[in-house]
């Protein structure tokens, strides 16, 4: 069996305040784009203005003003517009947010490996960073 082509993919939106990335996501963004990690695989900036009304930019609208012209995303259009009308509901009005899909190299290894063995993985579940942490925190105060 061959390794996968491309591995899971998480989708994350990150927002922000303004219509514009500000400084510090544009560098955490940057960061994570020519790191060995994770493949930035689709990137759209979504705003959600006073009443509501979303407004949608493609990647290819803001890379440059965001400093990343030399960076082609893997698959642009993978968020399709149904998971962006989903997404935008968690954007808070008078803010926008990055929704990003993110190969996750690591993962891919851990996938291809499996597949390679005869495995198969059925289901991931992902325990978000804040849970972890206070989960782990209410515990060391426990003990």
Do not use: C, H
């Not at 960061?31 to 994770?38: F, Q």
């Not at 990647?59 to 998971?83: H, K, N, Q, T």
């Not at 993110?102 to 993985?121: P, T």
């Amino acid at each position: 069996m061959a390794a996968f082509e491309y591995g899971p993919v998480d989708v994350y939106v990150v927002s922000f305040e303004g219509d514009r990335l500000d400084p510090g996501t544009t560098a955490a963004l940057g960061e994570l784009m020519v790191g060995d990690e994770i493949r930035l695989l689709d990137l759209l900036i979504v705003s959600r203005d006073g009443d509501g009304e979303v407004t949608v930019r493609e990647y290819e609208e803001f890379r440059d003003e965001a400093g990343f012209a030399v960076v082609e995303l893997e698959a642009s259009g993978i968020i399709g517009d149904e998971d962006i009308d989903e997404l935008a509901e968690s954007i808070p009005p008078g803010t926008s947010g990055a929704i990003m899909a993110i190969e996750l190299l690591w993962a891919k290894q851990i996938a291809s490996a499996f597949n390679a063995a005869g495995g198969e993985v059925l289901q991931v579940e992902r325990i978000p960073a804040t849970v972890v942490n206070e989960v782990l925190a209410e515990a060391s105060d426990e003990g």
